[in-house]
Nanobody, 123 residues
Framework: QVQLVESGGGLVQAGGSLRLSCAAS????????GGWFRQAPGKEREFVAA????????YYADYIKGRFTISRDNAKNTMYLQMNSLKPEDTAVYYC????????????????WGQGTQVTVSS
């Protein structure tokens, strides 16, 4: 239905910032919602944030504590994750996904995934 491509990952020092982008092809992405997940080595994939496409209502995991901001540009069919005050614990592969139905915080609620982009925060 939709193809997603993440970009913007890289190596950053603790306290630094990164902005991840998720470009979507097709019409599906901007008709529903999108989300960001992350997976650290040896850990399960976990929810980071989600946003509805029409009204831009955002949902965040509790551990974000105001450091991350999710947004979207409807015209560009692109979703973003602005990450500030990065910590080593944020090191993970970050994935964007297109929402289908269900709870925003569950992987099973999404039916399309990007390939992931690596974020490494040095201490």
């Amino acid at each position: 239905q939709v193809q997603l491509v993440e970009s913007g990952g890289g190596l950053v020092q603790a306290g630094g910032s990164l902005r991840l982008s998720c470009a979507a092809s097709g019409r599906t992405f901007n008709s529903g919602a999108g989300g960001w997940f992350r997976q650290a080595p040896g850990k399960e994939r976990e929810f980071v944030a989600a946003i509805t496409w029409r009204f831009g209502i955002a949902y965040y995991a509790d551990y974000i504590k105001g450091r991350f901001t999710i947004s979207r540009d409807n015209a560009k069919n692109t979703m973003y994750l602005q990450m500030n005050s990065l910590k080593p614990e944020d090191t993970a592969v970050y994935y964007c996904a297109a929402f289908r139905s269900g709870l925003y915080s569950y992987e099973s609620s999404y039916d399309a995934w990007g390939q992931g982009t690596q974020v490494t925060v040095s201490s």
